[in-house]
């Protein structure tokens, strides 16, 4: 009896297994189905990665993915970029934050990288109520009367004093000539801020010149910068035109020291310019001389690989570490807001207790601006030297 009654167990056990099987395939009974994975937070990344200032596109990216690879998640979801070349150009930028916000349905915008596209973007996030988080574009009318608009590092305005400063006081020269890109706002409004703040000290601008972007030749306005009487040539531009400029000054024995903003510090000054660079100064957006905490110190162990595999630019520049910034900015701003919800996120990007990024600590205000000192860097035997911080005004 017992042997019996084990084997009709055995065979009602089979004959079930049998019958769930044939349910099953039939349709009748659910499928076992694993646990889902989270669903990505959709980031755009729009940048020039074409163009005249692919350079900085590419080490902003470059800056982006390292830390996204060191902190890929955000209240346990994967953060998932899509990716828009803007080509630097304000229709790109329109067309490409539009493509992102409304077909992509992103989150947030990390992007662009310069200050004209950051506003013909950045019209649009405000429209649409898409955070916006440009990690280089320093024209103050970026973030001017949005909600939606921030940045991570420091203004024109604050440059262009830190420039001034340290031209009048510390290098003691009292007469400054300005060559400007007057197709770019940002280094219309750079030169008008330096100026400004130059004259205010006491020192005389005696000779200003103009030329339009992808100008090769310079010579007329550096004869009269030369007869000018300058004792300093201050170049508020972009890399490749600054390493131009500086090429021909040399070559017309345009003997002053040279001084620019942020807009000179790529590789790519280095490569165009060559021994010509060697000597200018600029206003930077970090001190490349010492991590200020472990986040810093974890990311420029990974630039290090990254760069000993060819992966990455040959230099970790302000560009490369600006971008990482403004993804750990909207990384954690997301942890703290616990959700993708358009206006808690903005609300939780303005932190007042501040962000500890690879640049050091800061706060992002109301206004959206990030408030961080600013450093000087020089070309020293062919590299990017630390030379001081400036205090921000």
């Not at 203004?155 to 400007?180: E, H, R, S, T």
């Not at 990384?331 to 990007?349: C, F, N, V, W, Y």
Request: hydrophobic fraction near 45%.
């Amino acid at each position: 009896m017992i042997g019996a009654a084990r084997h009709n167990r055995i065979r009602i056990t089979i004959c079930g297994a049998v019958m769930a099987l044939f349910f099953i395939a039939a349709g009748l009974l659910p499928t076992p189905v694993r646990a889902a994975d989270p669903e990505p937070i959709k980031v755009g990344v729009l940048l020039p990665l074409t163009g005249a200032v692919a350079g900085y596109g590419q080490m902003a990216l470059e800056g982006m993915q390292l830390a996204q690879a060191m902190e890929p998640t955000a209240m346990g979801r994967p953060i998932e970029f899509f990716i828009v070349d803007n080509k630097g150009d304000t229709t790109e930028s329109t067309n490409g934050a539009t493509r992102l916000i409304k077909k992509e349905k992103v989150a947030a915008i990390l992007g662009p990288a310069t200050s004209s596209p950051s506003m013909t973007a950045g019209d649009i996030a405000e429209m649409s109520k898409v955070p916006m988080i440009s990690p280089t574009a320093t024209n103050p009318m970026v973030t001017q009367g949005k909600k939606y608009a921030f940045r991570v590092c420091f203004l024109d305005p604050v440059q262009g004093y830190a420039a001034a400063q340290y031209l009048y006081n510390v290098m003691g020269k009292k007469q400054a000539a300005v060559l400007i890109d007057v197709s770019q706002d940002y280094a219309v409004g750079l030169a008008g801020y330096f100026m400004s703040d130059f004259r205010q000290l006491g020192g005389k601008i005696v000779a200003v010149a103009k030329f339009n972007r992808d100008a090769q030749d310079f010579t007329a306005q550096l004869t009269t910068i030369k007869r000018s009487g300058a004792e300093v040539l201050y170049l508020p531009n972009y890399y490749t035109e600054d390493a131009l400029v500086a090429r021909q000054a040399k070559e017309m024995g345009v003997d002053i020291p040279i001084f620019s903003g942020d807009g000179a510090h790529a590789p790519e000054l280095l490569q165009i310019g060559g021994p010509a660079v060697e000597g200018l100064m600029f206003t930077a957006q970090y001190n490349p001389v010492a991590a200020p905490n472990d986040r810093a110190r974890t990311f420029f162990k990974r630039f290090k690989e990254a760069r000993e595999a060819g992966k990455v630019s040959d230099d970790v520049t302000a560009f490369h570490v600006q971008g990482a910034d403004a993804y750990f900015v909207l990384r954690d701003a997301l942890e703290r807001a616990g959700t993708i919800d358009s206006e808690k996120l903005r609300q939780s990007i303005i932190d007042p207790a501040g962000y500890e990024a690879v640049t050091g600590r800061f706060v992002i205000g109301p206004d959206g601006n990030a408030v961080k000192d600013v450093a000087v860097l020089k070309v020293e035997n062919g590299k990017f030297a630390y030379v001081t911080d400036i205090k921000a005004k």
